[in-house]
């Protein structure tokens, strides 16, 4: 969505050489994760509502879990000291020959606010969840 | 990533402003008339968005007479694009990592 570009989301898309289910095993438990999104996941469970420290490369967030479709994406929110929140998007989905497309989108909280705010006309008036889900 | 850009993005969250933003880069010194003149939008929803993109430090207002023209400050605007460059970045060190251990 082009919104984003505009917005100063980041965004990669990418085509991993392994199926979805693979993929998936290193994106929905601390474990996987930390085999590379971080050198530290301090995470009970990949599921809504779970909060931790992932660290990387010396570098502490505060992480929470905001949704997960199974098999599919996790969104998480997380918060380097001093600076402002962002949201975070992995999603999975079937690609050819039985790869796996990921994207990726990482959107500072605060824009995400203001698109959400024109979106619907008030503060606050809309649930967090299907926003994300929107973007 | 030593800056917040959390005032900036919610300053170019709006497509209006946008429009401002890259009219004032075309055209520096624009009054907020001149560019109500310009975009679908009243002078007082452009004083609006001036107002807001000065307090996001993107752009400042110079009195001459009777006229007040803005310029932008590009400092802020780097400031968000160096989150997007480093934030950017990171990612792909991830997505490298994760294409190892597939």
Redesign the interface.
């Known amino acids: 969505m082009e919104l984003h570009e505009?917005?100063?989301a980041?965004r990669?898309e990418?085509v991993?050489?392994?199926p979805r289910d693979?993929?998936w095993s290193?994106v929905a438990n601390p474990e996987g994760l930390e085999?590379?999104?971080?050198d530290d996941v301090d995470l009970d469970a990949i599921e809504p509502g779970a909060s931790g420290v992932v660290t990387?490369g010396g570098e502490e967030r505060l992480v929470t879990i905001e949704e997960v479709e199974d098999g599919r994406r996790v969104a998480l929110s997380w918060c380097?000291p001093?600076?402002?929140a962002?949201l975070v998007e992995l999603t999975l989905d079937d690609a050819e020959d039985g790869r796996t497309r990921?994207v990726?989108v990482?959107l500072?909280?605060?824009?995400l606010?203001?698109?959400t705010r024109?979106a619907v006309g008030a503060w606050g008036t809309a649930p967090r969840g299907p926003q994300m889900a929107a973007v | 990533?030593d800056r917040?850009?959390?005032?900036?993005?919610?300053a170019?969250?709006?497509?209006t402003r946008?429009e401002v933003v890259r009219l004032l880069a075309a055209r520096p010194g624009l009054t907020a008339s001149a560019l109500a003149g310009e975009l679908p939008v009243s002078r007082q929803a452009i004083a609006k968005h001036l107002a807001q993109l000065r307090d996001a430090g993107l752009a400042t207002a110079e009195h001459a007479g009777r006229e007040t023209r803005y310029h932008l400050t590009p400092e802020p605007l780097a400031g968000?694009m160096a989150?997007?460059v480093a934030?950017?970045a990171?990612?792909?060190t991830?997505?490298e990592?994760?294409?190892?251990?597939?």
């Open positions: 505009e917005m100063g980041v990669r990418t991993l050489d392994a693979a993929v290193l085999t590379w999104l971080a990387e380097a001093g600076e402002e962002s990921m990726i990482e500072p909280l605060v824009a606010r203001v698109a024109q | 990533m917040d850009p959390g005032p900036v993005f919610a170019l969250a709006d497509p946008r968000a989150w997007m934030a950017g990171q990612w792909d991830r997505l990592r994760l294409k190892r251990q597939l």
